[in-house]
Protein backbone atom coordinates (compact mmCIF):
# COMPACT_ATOMS: atom_id res chain seq x y z
CA UNK A 1 0.00 0.00 0.00
CA UNK A 2 1.55 3.17 -1.01
CA UNK A 3 2.05 6.17 1.31
CA UNK A 4 -0.98 8.24 -0.68
CA UNK A 5 -3.29 5.56 0.22
CA UNK A 6 -2.47 5.31 3.67
CA UNK A 7 -2.68 8.68 4.49
CA UNK A 8 -6.31 8.83 2.44
CA UNK A 9 -7.45 5.77 4.56
CA UNK A 10 -5.96 7.11 8.08
CA UNK A 11 -7.67 10.47 7.04
CA UNK A 12 -11.16 9.18 6.48
CA UNK A 13 -11.04 7.09 9.70
CA UNK A 14 -9.83 10.18 11.99
CA UNK A 15 -12.90 11.62 9.88
CA UNK A 16 -15.20 9.07 11.05
CA UNK A 17 -14.16 9.19 14.69
CA UNK A 18 -14.70 12.96 14.66
CA UNK A 19 -17.75 12.61 13.13
CA UNK A 20 -19.38 9.93 15.78
CA UNK A 21 -17.68 11.74 18.21
CA UNK A 22 -19.80 14.63 17.57
CA UNK A 23 -22.63 13.18 17.10
CA UNK A 24 -22.81 11.32 20.32
CA UNK A 25 -21.91 14.78 22.26
CA UNK A 26 -24.80 15.97 20.62
CA UNK A 27 -27.54 13.18 21.03
CA UNK A 28 -25.67 13.28 25.23
CA UNK A 29 -26.25 17.19 25.10
CA UNK A 30 -29.98 17.06 23.92
CA UNK A 31 -31.20 14.23 26.46
CA UNK A 32 -33.04 15.48 29.48
CA UNK A 33 -31.42 16.44 32.47
CA UNK A 34 -33.32 14.18 35.32
CA UNK A 35 -32.66 11.52 36.08
CA UNK A 36 -35.66 8.28 37.94
CA UNK A 37 -35.32 6.91 40.79
CA UNK A 38 -37.90 4.68 42.78
CA UNK A 39 -39.52 5.74 45.96
CA UNK A 40 -40.75 3.11 47.75
CA UNK A 41 -42.96 2.95 50.80
CA UNK A 42 -46.02 4.58 51.46
CA UNK A 43 -46.35 8.81 51.60
CA UNK A 44 -46.21 9.68 54.73
CA UNK A 45 -47.06 13.32 53.58
CA UNK A 46 -50.34 11.97 52.99
CA UNK A 47 -52.55 11.98 56.40
CA UNK A 48 -55.37 9.62 54.15
CA UNK A 49 -52.17 7.41 53.14
CA UNK A 50 -50.96 7.11 56.61
CA UNK A 51 -54.48 6.33 58.31
CA UNK A 52 -55.38 3.56 55.69
CA UNK A 53 -51.98 1.79 56.27
CA UNK A 54 -51.89 1.73 59.98
CA UNK A 55 -53.36 -0.59 62.21
CA UNK A 56 -54.01 2.32 64.60
CA UNK A 57 -54.18 6.20 64.75
CA UNK A 58 -54.72 8.02 68.28
CA UNK A 59 -53.66 11.22 69.89
CA UNK A 60 -51.38 10.97 72.71
CA UNK A 61 -48.96 12.83 75.79
CA UNK A 62 -46.07 11.69 75.82
CA UNK A 63 -45.14 10.49 80.09
CA UNK A 64 -41.88 8.56 79.68
CA UNK A 65 -39.04 8.03 77.74
CA UNK A 66 -38.36 4.46 79.15
CA UNK A 67 -36.10 2.61 77.39
CA UNK A 68 -32.78 3.25 74.40
CA UNK A 69 -31.60 0.45 72.93
CA UNK A 70 -29.29 -0.37 69.78
CA UNK A 71 -29.07 -3.19 67.60
CA UNK A 72 -27.29 -4.01 64.68
CA UNK A 73 -26.87 -0.45 63.43
CA UNK A 74 -30.14 0.52 64.60
CA UNK A 75 -31.53 2.41 67.35
CA UNK A 76 -35.30 2.65 68.88
CA UNK A 77 -36.80 4.82 71.57
CA UNK A 78 -39.39 3.30 73.76
CA UNK A 79 -41.53 5.95 75.32
CA UNK A 80 -44.78 5.60 78.22
CA UNK A 81 -47.95 7.50 75.94
CA UNK A 82 -51.16 8.48 77.69
CA UNK A 83 -54.11 7.99 75.48
CA UNK A 84 -56.25 11.24 74.86
CA UNK A 85 -57.95 9.97 72.40
CA UNK A 86 -58.20 6.89 69.45
CA UNK A 87 -59.35 7.92 66.52
CA UNK A 88 -58.38 4.45 64.93
CA UNK A 89 -58.03 1.01 66.78
CA UNK A 90 -57.79 0.42 70.15
CA UNK A 91 -56.01 1.89 72.57
CA UNK A 92 -55.40 1.32 76.33
CA UNK A 93 -55.10 4.22 78.62
CA UNK A 94 -51.46 3.79 79.18
CA UNK A 95 -49.29 2.32 75.78
CA UNK A 96 -45.63 1.59 75.70
CA UNK A 97 -44.77 2.42 71.89
CA UNK A 98 -41.23 1.90 70.25
CA UNK A 99 -39.79 4.01 67.35
CA UNK A 100 -36.62 4.32 65.56
CA UNK A 101 -34.55 7.03 66.20
CA UNK A 102 -30.81 8.01 66.25
CA UNK A 103 -28.52 9.61 69.29
CA UNK A 104 -28.58 13.44 69.22
CA UNK A 105 -25.42 13.99 70.35
CA UNK A 106 -26.59 15.08 74.44
CA UNK A 107 -27.70 12.47 77.19
CA UNK A 108 -30.92 12.09 76.58
CA UNK A 109 -31.61 13.46 73.53
CA UNK A 110 -32.67 11.78 70.03
CA UNK A 111 -33.32 12.62 66.44
CA UNK A 112 -35.24 10.89 63.27
CA UNK A 113 -34.43 11.00 59.95
CA UNK A 114 -37.61 13.35 58.82
CA UNK A 115 -38.81 15.52 62.26
CA UNK A 116 -41.60 16.72 60.74
CA UNK A 117 -43.55 13.69 59.90
CA UNK A 118 -41.93 11.72 62.65
CA UNK A 119 -41.45 13.69 65.49
CA UNK A 120 -39.49 12.05 68.20
CA UNK A 121 -41.89 11.44 71.49
CA UNK A 122 -40.90 13.98 74.26
CA UNK A 123 -42.75 13.87 77.93
CA UNK A 124 -45.02 16.28 78.44
CA UNK A 125 -45.73 16.99 74.55
CA UNK A 126 -49.08 15.81 72.59
CA UNK A 127 -48.79 14.17 69.80
CA UNK A 128 -50.71 12.44 66.71
CA UNK A 129 -48.97 8.88 66.28
CA UNK A 130 -49.72 6.11 63.98
CA UNK A 131 -49.09 2.41 64.81
CA UNK A 132 -47.93 -0.14 61.96
CA UNK A 133 -47.57 -2.97 64.08
CA UNK A 134 -47.37 -4.41 67.94
CA UNK A 135 -49.82 -4.51 70.35
CA UNK A 136 -51.90 -1.16 72.29
CA UNK A 137 -53.55 -2.97 74.82
CA UNK A 138 -50.67 -1.76 77.44
CA UNK A 139 -49.98 -5.16 78.43
CA UNK A 140 -46.91 -5.40 79.96
CA UNK A 141 -43.41 -5.88 77.74
CA UNK A 142 -46.20 -5.81 74.69
CA UNK A 143 -44.83 -2.34 72.37
CA UNK A 144 -46.51 -1.05 69.39
CA UNK A 145 -44.44 0.40 66.63
CA UNK A 146 -44.66 3.91 65.78
CA UNK A 147 -43.82 4.51 62.23
CA UNK A 148 -45.65 7.86 62.12
CA UNK A 149 -45.59 10.83 64.66
CA UNK A 150 -46.31 14.04 64.87
CA UNK A 151 -46.71 16.84 67.16
CA UNK A 152 -50.94 17.84 67.63
CA UNK A 153 -50.72 21.29 66.87
CA UNK A 154 -54.56 21.34 66.02
CA UNK A 155 -55.90 20.81 70.19
CA UNK A 156 -57.67 17.47 70.47
CA UNK A 157 -60.79 18.87 69.21
CA UNK A 158 -58.87 19.73 65.92
CA UNK A 159 -57.17 16.74 65.42
CA UNK A 160 -59.84 14.44 66.04
CA UNK A 161 -61.54 16.32 62.99
CA UNK A 162 -58.54 16.33 60.88
CA UNK A 163 -58.10 12.80 61.21
CA UNK A 164 -61.59 11.52 61.27
CA UNK A 165 -61.75 12.71 57.64
CA UNK A 166 -58.51 11.29 56.71
CA UNK A 167 -59.66 7.98 57.97
CA UNK A 168 -63.05 8.27 55.87
CA UNK A 169 -61.15 8.66 53.03
CA UNK A 170 -59.28 6.18 51.16
CA UNK A 171 -56.55 6.80 49.47
CA UNK A 172 -56.06 6.41 45.70
CA UNK A 173 -54.56 2.78 44.56
CA UNK A 174 -51.38 4.66 43.27
CA UNK A 175 -51.32 6.69 46.50
CA UNK A 176 -50.78 3.79 48.75
CA UNK A 177 -48.51 1.79 45.89
CA UNK A 178 -44.76 0.25 47.39
CA UNK A 179 -42.74 1.90 44.59
CA UNK A 180 -43.09 4.47 41.93
CA UNK A 181 -40.80 6.16 39.69
CA UNK A 182 -39.85 9.91 40.88
CA UNK A 183 -37.96 12.08 37.96
CA UNK A 184 -36.12 14.90 39.72
CA UNK A 185 -33.39 17.05 38.06
CA UNK A 186 -29.84 15.65 37.63
CA UNK A 187 -27.30 17.98 39.35
Given at each position: ????????????????????GAAWFTIAAQEPATTTHAVCGPDLGRDDVVAARSQA?????????????????????????????????????????????????APGRYMTEDPDRYAVLEPGRQYVIAVQSGSTTGAAGNEAWVWYAEP??????????????????????????ECEDIDTPAG
Open positions: MNMHVKVWVGGCLAAAVAAGVAVVEAVENTRYREDGGSAYLTTRVKTLEALKGEFADTVHVTQGVKNGGAERGLVGEREHWQKAIATPPETAAIS
